[in-house]
């Protein structure tokens, strides 16, 4: 079987192409997958739609991506406060924007993941969320039609992986992870520890390997603010 | 004219804190409502639940202590109490939209008479504006509080008759409190349960667009 363990940042992100639909993990400051997002901006990635929660904190996370002009279109839920490449960006016209309320973007990668072509929910009725969007009443509750957000990549952060590619995940770095490893087509993991296989206690895996096809070791990179 | 003086916005929080049950499951908003865990009466546990996937989130880190892999909705280094546990995102958003969130508190910038809460967008804002949880906390949890001040640094009344800013979610609020008052969204409309000390009825429903609807004497706020 040939090994998912690649031995370079560069390496792990080499096969991503421009125009690539790719979500992101992290929440918070906490489960940013930055070595990987910095290895992506270094190899000149063009015109991407990013899947992120959020935007970047100033040029870290994905705002190294925004000011180097390496994102198209964004899906996210909260910029952020410190997002300041990505709003020049958006402000100039060079990044367009979809907003998406933050558990109907779990939601919607979710139904991506599990082969689910859309699905109704009350979030949204009446905002500029529903703008455009099927509506209908189900037990007397009004609710929208929300679609599946698929991408052709997914960087994500975990704790340890095995070397099959069964992942943990440390406290509140989980966060978006775990739910974007399996609704991409391919799941490249930063991770901070290798282990053998075995070393993980089966009740103890989070992402079960199937969703992971890539993991790269690295020294975990955080931005603060 | 000069205002008589009103609660503060750390009194609005001991308020608010007075509506949270023994053993209730909590989600704290940005602003006023994250102030509210300081003001917890002191006989009752709450599991206070964040949406990057936290229940029994505790305290605030000291310095030191901080682990950056564990942080709240804003992005401050927290600890976790007993029986705490960690979920992805999806579950911690599942957990407020399905209904199993007992209370939330978010901050608010206008609330219909009907319940309407407009709390993510000022119009005319520069940028992309942004959503983040509170369409999702909003439209499920079981109960809706709503703290902010009762109207704007201009003096124009937030709790209206309908609103005008982009809307977070239709009929969610069940009750406001804000530096004049305490206010329940009922079917018949808004019920005025409580005025800031110093302050009458008829004073609030002046600083209010939306009808007060009053059931007998409104009692004082009690802040403890």
């Given at each position: 079987m040939k090994s998912k363990i690649v031995s370079s940042l560069d390496a792990a992100v080499a096969?991503?192409?421009?125009?690539a639909r790719i979500m992101f993990g992290g929440f918070g400051g906490a489960g940013f997958p930055n070595n990987l997002i910095q290895a992506l901006s270094r190899k000149g990635i063009k015109d991407i739609t990013a899947i992120s929660n959020n935007c970047g904190t100033r040029e870290g996370e994905l705002g190294i991506m925004f000011k180097n002009g390496q994102v198209r279109h964004v899906v996210c839920s909260f910029p952020g406060p410190h997002a300041n490449y990505f709003q020049e960006r958006f402000a100039k016209g060079d990044v367009t924007c979809e907003l998406v309320p933050q558990g109907i973007l779990c939601e919607r990668m979710r139904a991506a993941a599990a082969g689910i072509f859309g699905f109704f929910t009350a979030?949204?009725?009446?905002?500029?969320?529903?703008?455009?969007k099927e509506e209908r009443v189900i037990d007397g509750k009004r609710c929208i039609l929300e679609s599946p957000i698929h991408a052709d990549f997914a960087l994500i952060k975990a704790h340890k992986a095995d070397e099959l590619g069964n992942l943990t995940y440390r406290l509140a770095a989980r966060n978006f992870n775990p739910i974007m490893a399996k609704a991409a087509k391919f799941t490249i993991a930063e991770v901070d520890e290798i282990v053998p296989?075995?070393?993980?206690p089966p009740e103890n895996?989070?992402?079960?390997?199937?969703?992971?096809h890539r993991i790269v070791q690295a020294k975990g990179l955080r931005f603060q603010g | 004219m000069t205002e008589k003086t009103r609660l503060t916005r750390e009194q609005i929080a001991q308020r608010a804190a007075l509506e949270l049950t023994d053993g209730a499951f909590v989600n704290l908003g940005w602003?006023?409502?994250?102030?509210?865990a300081d003001y917890l009466p002191k006989n009752i546990t709450v599991y206070f639940h964040s949406e990057n996937g936290i229940l029994g989130m505790g305290r605030r880190a000291k310095p030191g202590e901080e682990d950056y892999d564990l942080v709240d909705a804003m992005k401050v280094p927290v600890t976790l109490i007993p029986g705490a546990s960690i979920f992805h995102q999806a579950d911690a958003h599942l957990m407020s939209r399905g209904g199993h969130l007992d209370v939330a508190v978010l901050g608010g910038f206008q609330v219909s008479e009907k319940g309407d809460l407009a709390n993510w967008k000022i119009p005319?804002?520069?940028?992309?504006g942004g959503i983040g949880g509170a369409m999702d906390i909003a439209t499920g949890t079981k109960k809706l509080i709503v703290c902010m001040?009762?109207?704007?640094?201009?003096?124009?009344?937030?709790?209206?008759?309908?609103?005008?800013?982009?809307?977070?979610?239709?009929?969610?609020?069940n009750t406001i409190v804000t530096d004049l008052a305490v206010i329940d969204v009922t079917p018949e409309g808004l019920v005025l349960r409580e005025v800031a000390p110093g302050w009458t009825p008829e004073e609030v429903q002046q600083r209010t667009e939306a009808r007060l609807i009053l059931r007998g004497d409104v009692p004082q706020m009690k802040l403890a």
């Open positions: 096969d991503i192409p421009d125009g979030v949204g009725v009446g905002t500029e969320v529903a703008i455009g296989v075995g070393a993980i895996v989070i992402t079960p390997a199937i969703f992971v | 602003g006023i409502p994250n102030l509210i005319g804002s520069k940028g992309s001040e009762h109207n704007t640094k201009e003096g124009t009344p937030k709790i209206v008759k309908q609103c005008s800013y982009p809307l977070t979610s239709l009929e969610c609020v």
